[in-house]
């Protein structure tokens, strides 16, 4: 958290979110492929990766670009533990 209050100051907001966005997203991945979990999205058709896709950037981009910003209203030992009680 507290790497993401030291980039939120010195950035603007959206670009912090999308860099988070950006490098979690391929490590992700690779763990879902690594072990083996990724074979079931192998089933799914266009049609349901692109929503998927979809609903993924929005969640992730709405609701990372909230916890950036509930960085730079609070401090971060404050954030931290709400943040980690959502699912």
């Known amino acids: 958290m507290i790497i993401f209050k030291v980039a939120v100051v010195s950035n603007d907001l959206i670009q912090v979110s999308a860099l988070r966005m ?6 992700l991945l690779t763990i879902t492929t690594v072990s083996g979990r990724g074979r079931h999205l192998k089933s799914l058709d266009a049609k349901e990766v692109a929503i998927l896709s979809v609903a993924g950037v929005l969640a992730l981009g709405i609701g990372g670009t909230l916890l950036l910003l509930s960085l730079t209203l609070t401090e971060a030992s404050k ?3 709400i943040s980690s009680t959502s699912p």
């Open 79 to 81: 954030t931290a533990p």
């Open 22 to 27: 950006l490098t979690v997203s391929p490590i």
